[in-house]
């Protein structure tokens, strides 16, 4: 005999491990479960392994409930029961009732799952003959499924209307009388109790296995059926929607889209398990350990069912909407979602449109780019883009050289790697809930109407579009080519790349710019994610992607110098500025002492402060409203210059009349260089149009 003490959700036993001991729950609670159908509850003075004989092979999980204290005996024989009984008389009564307890939450498990797959089998024959009408409504022959044809109806158990039964409950309903006038007139009647309920509890524990056995054999055997009847079911619906003007009923999302899936029994049990047991939480942000698993748990699910619809879209023209909701949005069940999101989800899904060419796009959309070869994965959160992750899992021997070199241009492991990576951690930043997340569409994280917070690419385009006519260098970044045959070895233009906006498929509050190009080329285009459902407001945010762009670019192009003042770039001037902001003649005291509590709350990060300080460059100084101090305002100017369009408006704005001046002169230096290279291209190629990058440097020189 040994106590031992467990922690809440350690598993004392594994089905398949042998049954040596047995154990008394001094305190806490233990769950015999199966994962998905069987959860009974073992509470302080129950005995686990009682419900099977000395050398059985546990057929369910024993994991504790919450911290629990456990008094171990060796079991050889029913002999150990009673001696175990009889060394703990204190607790006897206890035991007595805990462990008819425990018999009478097996007959009610039992009964649960035999109705659930009564129900289940009944469904499936419904449905069997529901699909031959619809497979002759779409004019289509309906595939024979020969164990659905044969499916038999389950027996109710003899066990679950047996006296024993009876007698189980009875002691249930009547354990108080029972602890008061009948157990307490000695230790006998406890185990007399005991070994009742632990003999009565084996038959039931035999017939529980023989249920959950049939109950997993029935859903394996009708999987195919299910997956065809969904499919079949999906294409009817979107023809009766076609022809109706009425937003129709969507029932049974989450069945649509695990059969459209295809992924594993196991897979999509867990997730129907976890996803009833959040929606039946009240308080699904709750920080415990519990919730925080669960939400794991979702997580993971949904995005290996994801991965596998995504996969499966591929392979058909036909995407049913409850699917295409999926994609855009995470919604994953009406019941969850809520009957008007569910409205106006669907509304938003079918109605949804993607401008041929454009670089603001959906998760889904932006996946299968990535599988058509027409983009390249984002960096993973250790900053390794996947030429670099494969090199480093070589490295670390987690992978071998031929390995990596079959994956280098396998695009199905490419967007795995995108789903697994990018896409699991963007998802749950944009959202903002970083602890709480989950990634299921949830209507109690809609916190604003969800037409006015849609981040839809007209309205993203739109808020990019403002921030690009203010700060029209924005996205130009230098390039170097060469022109051997005109004698130019070095020349250097700007050209614009326009960035990549993945709409995540969540309801969030913030926008991040994930990469600013794609490798070691500066003349990729820039990853930027954002909520498909923004509750902040979306021109802020899209400015302070910007923001963030425009200072990581710098870095990139400046490389180890991007803090070297020496080399005058944005982050050098900047950062000198704000390290040495206390001796600058330039600024008062007061502005001495709002750069000092700036940098306080940014907790010393120049970048938060920047990005802050060109949100009022481009909402507020651009219209002629001070926002910023003279240093500052400089800074911006030189680097993040206005448009030809403001330019003019502020050109007698006293505080950049000099700047624009200054400006002006500069800018027509260079714009006479490149325009002396131009004629002197034309003098040599008379009758050819100027290269490319020479238009666009003049063009950009001239904004």
């Known amino acids: 005999m040994e106590k031992i003490k467990i922690g809440k959700g350690e598993v004392l036993h594994k089905k398949g491990d042998e049954v040596k001991n047995i154990e008394i729950v001094l305190s806490g609670a233990l769950t015999m479960t199966n994962r998905d159908t069987v959860d009974v509850r073992l509470s302080g003075g129950g005995i686990a392994g009682a419900v099977y004989n000395p050398g059985d092979l546990y057929v369910f999980d024993y994991a504790a409930a919450e911290d629990t204290t456990l008094l171990v005996f060796d079991y050889t024989s029913d002999d150990d029961i009673v001696d175990a009984v009889s060394s703990a008389t204190a607790i006897a009564p206890v035991m007595a009732a805990s462990n008819m307890e425990f018999a009478n939450g097996m007959l009610d498990a039992l009964n649960s799952v035999t109705d659930t797959v009564a129900n289940f089998c009944k469904e499936i024959k419904y449905n069997y003959n529901d699909y031959k009408f619809m497979c002759v409504k779409l004019e289509k022959e309906p595939e024979q499924f020969s164990f659905v044809e044969q499916l038999p109806t389950p027996d109710t158990p003899e066990i679950t209307s047996s006296w024993e039964a009876e007698i189980c409950r009875s002691f ?127 997580a993971e699910g949904y995005y290996n069912i994801y991965e596998a619809a995504f996969f499966k879209s591929l392979e058909t023209s036909h995407i049913p909407a409850e699917v295409r909701m999926f994609f855009l949005f995470g919604f994953v069940d009406e019941n969850l979602a809520g009957k008007a999101n569910t409205e106006m989800l669907y509304n938003m899904a079918v109605s949804w449109e993607e401008p041929e060419g454009t670089r603001i796009l959906p998760m889904y959309e932006w996946l ?83 037409d006015k917070c849609l981040a839809s690419i007209q309205r993203v385009q739109a808020a990019l579009d403002k921030v690009t006519e203010i700060d029209f260098g924005c996205f130009y970044r230098p390039a170097l080519i060469q022109y051997p045959e005109l004698k130019i070895q070095h020349f250097v233009y700007n050209t614009e790349i326009k960035p990549y906006i993945i709409l995540m498929p969540n309801f969030g509050a913030r926008g991040v710019m994930w990469q600013e190009n794609e490798g070691p080329r500066r003349t990729t285009p820039a990853h930027m994610v954002i909520s498909v459902f923004h509750s902040e407001e979306l021109e802020e945010t899209i400015v302070r992607m910007c923001a963030q762009f425009r200072w990581e670019m710098c870095r990139r192009i400046q490389g180890v110098r991007y803090m070297d003042i020496s080399e005058p770039s944005l982050t050098s001037e900047y950062m000198n500025y704000l390290q040495f902001y206390k001796k600058n003649g330039y600024l008062s005291a007061d502005m001495k002492e709002r750069i000092k509590i700036a940098l306080q709350k940014a907790r010393n990060d120049y970048k938060v402060v920047f990005v802050a300080d060109y949100e009022k460059y481009i909402l507020n100084e651009a219209f002629g409203l001070p926002r910023l101090n003279k240093v500052t305002r400089e800074i911006l100017f030189r680097y993040c210059t206005f448009s030809q369009k403001y330019r003019k408006a502020l050109a007698i704005n006293p505080q950049y009349q000099q700047l624009i001046e200054r400006w002006g002169i500069t800018q027509s230096a260079k714009l006479h260089g490149v325009d002396l290279m131009a004629k002197k291209v034309k003098r040599m190629k008379p009758g050819e149009p100027l290269p490319k990058e020479i238009e666009e440097e003049l063009a950009f020189l001239r904004l």
């Open 172 to 298: 249930c309903e009547h354990r108080g009388a029972l602890e008061a006038n009948y157990y307490s007139l000695g230790a006998s009647f406890c185990i007399e109790a005991v070994m009742r309920a632990s003999v009565t509890g084996r038959r039931i524990r035999k017939e529980l296995e023989a249920a959950t056995e049939f109950s997993s054999w029935v859903k394996n055997g009708t999987a195919d059926f299910v997956n065809a009847f969904y499919d079949v079911k999906s294409r009817v619906d979107t023809e009766n929607r076609g022809t109706s003007g009425e937003v129709p009923t969507i029932e049974n999302a989450l069945e649509v889209i695990l059969a459209f899936s295809g992924v594993s029994q196991e897979i999509a049990d867990t997730f129907r398990k976890d996803l009833k047991q959040f929606s039946e939480t009240e308080d699904r942000r709750a920080k415990s350990d519990e919730m925080r698993h669960l939400r794991m748990s979702i």
């Open 368 to 450: 299968v780019r990535i599988y058509k070869g027409e983009a390249v994965p984002s960096k993973n959160e250790f900053d390794n883009d996947w030429t670099e992750y494969l090199r480093e899992e070589v490295r670390t021997a987690n992978m071998t050289q031929q390995r990596a070199d079959e994956l280098a241009n396998d695009r199905h492991a490419m967007v795995s790697f995108e789903i697994h990576n990018m896409f699991v951690t963007a998802n749950k930043i944009t959202n903002g809930q970083m602890a709480s997340f989950v990634p299921v569409f949830n209507a109690q994280d809609v916190i604003r109407p969800l």
